[in-house]
């Protein structure tokens, strides 16, 4: 019989309840055996929804689970390292949210330590398996608007919390928890596809502030590179902007016209002298399940690294230099 890829996960939160989790059991090759998240009431609780078999409040019982041989960490990035070392030294395959660490030092250790192992870990920068993003990548190898010259990318959000209460739950905003702000959590889904489609940046430089002053974070970003082939990046991230200037768009400008998508929607707009092509995707229900597939496969020996330590750690060093300066 063909090896079945056994999954646990541990910090079995938001995020995995539809954007993951139901994905590991629709699959080929992969089932989901086991969850953990510290509050044993709200593990419980998830197995019994989720029909799965075991759960535990405990993150190294469920590492030494002799029934799992991959584990799925969705926990606060403050833990990445950690856990993703601790399945490492226990033979288990890993595949880890996003930022990756806290920082680029600690990803230098996880990489070290999965290269020593000879592990394997993968990086859910699920949008590189998206059909959306892939049609992108297409365009621009086609020269859809012609030799691209300059990336636009503007992300602006009010802030949606009332009070300080609000924010000091919210582990996103928390440095120590988190590595920085709200662009630490969104900002590596949009810089990681603008590596995956054009490659490495170079020559990265940026800015931050916290203009509001509503949490330890920087709530303001701008940042800018060179892309190969001569390609200029300008970003800008802002998360107390006013509700009216709310704005999620890329823009990649070429000889000819440009293309234009948000990160976070579904319909990407070309416009050249021909006129404008408005095309519409619909994400999967489980929008992680074409990257989980790509999972499977890497783990069973049968495809590539989907997205490993080392590329994931390219967009954490651009963001790490766009806030520390």
Known sequence: MEKTITWGIIGCGNVTEMKSGPAFNKVPGSRLHAVMRRDAALAEDYAKRHQVPVWYNDAAALINDPEINAVYIATPPKFHEEYTLAALENGKMVYVEKPVSLNVASVGRMAEACNRLGGKVVVAHYRRALPMFNEIAEMVRSNRVGRIKLIKLAMFKPDDHVNAAQHASNWRVQPEFAGGGYFYDLAPHQLDIIQYIFGMPMLSAGLSANQAGLYPAEDAV?????????????????????????????????????????FFGNEVRVVTDAGADLLSFQHPQHIQQPMITRVVDYFLGKADNPCSLEEAMVSLQVMEQAVNG
């Open 222 to 262: 701008v940042c800018q590179f060179q892309l190969p082939g001569d390609i200029q990046f300008q970003g800008s991230w802002n998360f107390s902007m006013p509700a009216i200037l709310r704005e999620d768009s890329c823009q990649l400008i070429g000889e000819n016209g440009y293309i234009q998508f948000p």
